[in-house]
C-alpha cells in the first residue's frame, strides 16, 4: 500500500466511525500528548458531531497539553480505536484499546510489535505528531487544523527532536514546524515550557553531572536508586529531563540512566549519539529507536551486565 492509500484508509475508517478514541504510550513524553490531543482537535474541528475521546493518565505536569477523558467501557463499542506513538501493546495506556470495532496503529518507533489494520510506521519521521500533521496535510481540505492542534504537534516534534536537535531532525521535520508557527500560538511559549525544569531536577542535573561514570570507551552511566533520588523530593515528577544531559559531554558517545522502579527493578534508559542501541536493549526486554531506548534491568547483575554490554559496543566501534 502507498503511503498516500494508508491515509485514505485512515481518513475513511475515521469517516465511518462515530466514537473515536486515540490511545498513547504509557508514561507519555510531549510527544505521545502532543499527537494524541493534536490529532483530537484536528477531527474535533473536521467532524463536529462525532464523539472524539483521549484516554490515558493525566499527569499534573502535562495540563498544558490538554486533559484526557474519562469513558466507560460502553464507548468502546463500534468505536474506532487510533493508537498514536506507541509500539508496543503492553506499553499502551488504557488496555481497553482492543475493545473497539477497529483498532488503527500510527507510530514512528521501529514496528517490532505489528498490530492495527491499518498500520501507518514510519521510523524515519521524528516524531508521531510529525506524522500527524502529514495526514492533515495529505487529507486537506477534509481536515481542519486549528491554532490549539498546531500548538500541541509542535510541541511534540520540540519534545521528540529535542528542540531539533537530534538527528531525527530532517529538512520536513523543520518545513512541519515552520508551517505549524504559521497558526496563531506563541512557538516560543512552548519552547520554554518544555525546557524549564524544577529546582528539585535542577538540583538532580547538578548530581547527575557530579556523579556520572565516563569510561574511556565513551560509555557512560549513572544509577538513581530510591536511596539517591530520595534527597531530592521529586515526588511524582519525571526524572526524563536529565536523560539527555550526558550527552551534552563531548567524551560521552552513549550512556544509560538506570532509575529505580516501585517494584526495585530499574527502568534503564538508553541513548547515543553514533551506535544503535536498539539491539542491546532488546537483549533485556526492551527496545526503542537507534538512538534512543530503553529495558528494565532485573538487578544490580543486569545494570552491571549493560554495561559491560554498552562498554564492548563502544570499544568495538573505536577498533
Ligand atoms: P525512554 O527512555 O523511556 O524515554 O525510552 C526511549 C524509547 O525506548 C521509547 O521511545 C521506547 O521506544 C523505548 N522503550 C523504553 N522502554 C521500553 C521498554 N521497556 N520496552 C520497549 N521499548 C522501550
Known sequence: MTL?????????????????????????????????????EILKASFPSKKIYSVGKQYPGFDW?????????????????????????????????????????????PNDDQFGDPMWVSPEASSTSELVFDLYTAMKPELTCTAEAARL??????????????PSTSTHTMKV???LM?????ASDVNQKEDEISIPLARLSAYVYENLT??????????????????????????????????????????????????HTFRIRLRSK?????????????????????????DDDEIKQVIKELDALLSKQGE
Open 182 to 186: 504559521q497558526f496563531d500560538f506563541s
Open 65 to 109: 497539553l490538554g486533559k484526557t477523558d474519562t469513558i466507560d467501557d460502553d464507548a468502546y463499542k463500534d468505536a474506532l480505536v487510533l493508537v498514536l506513538d506507541t509500539a508496543n501493546q503492553p506499553r499502551i495506556d488504557d488496555d481497553r484499546y482492543s475493545k473497539g470495532n477497529q483498532l488503527i496503529k500510527i507510530d514512528h518507533h
Open 153 to 166: 504537534l509542535y510541541a511534540g516534534i520540540v519534545g521528540d527532536t529535542g528542540r531539533f536537535m537530534y
Open 4 to 40: 498516500k492509500e494508508t491515509q485514505t484508509e485512515i481518513l475513511n475508517a475515521i469517516k465511518q466511525h462515530q466514537t473515536i478514541i486515540i490511545h498513547r504510550h504509557q508514561r507519555p513524553d510531549p510527544d505521545a500528548i502532543g499527537s494524541q490531543m493534536g490529532l483530537a
Open 214 to 263: 565516563i569510561l574511556p570507551s565513551g560509555a557512560a552511566y549513572i544509577k538513581l536508586s530510591d536511596e539517591v533520588l530520595e534527597p531530592f523530593k521529586l515526588g511524582d515528577e519525571s526524572t526524563s529531563s536529565v536523560v539527555p544531559l550526558p550527552g551534552r559531554i563531548k567524551e560521552v558517545k552513549s550512556w544509560a540512566i538506570f532509575v529505580e522502579s516501585k517494584d
Open 274 to 298: 553514533g551506535p544503535a542501541i536498539n539491539e542491546l536493549a532488546k537483549r533485556h526486554g526492551g527496545g526503542g529507536h537507534a538512538l534512543a531506548s530503553g529495558a528494565v534491568a532485573h
Open 177 to 179: 514546524a515552520g508551517e
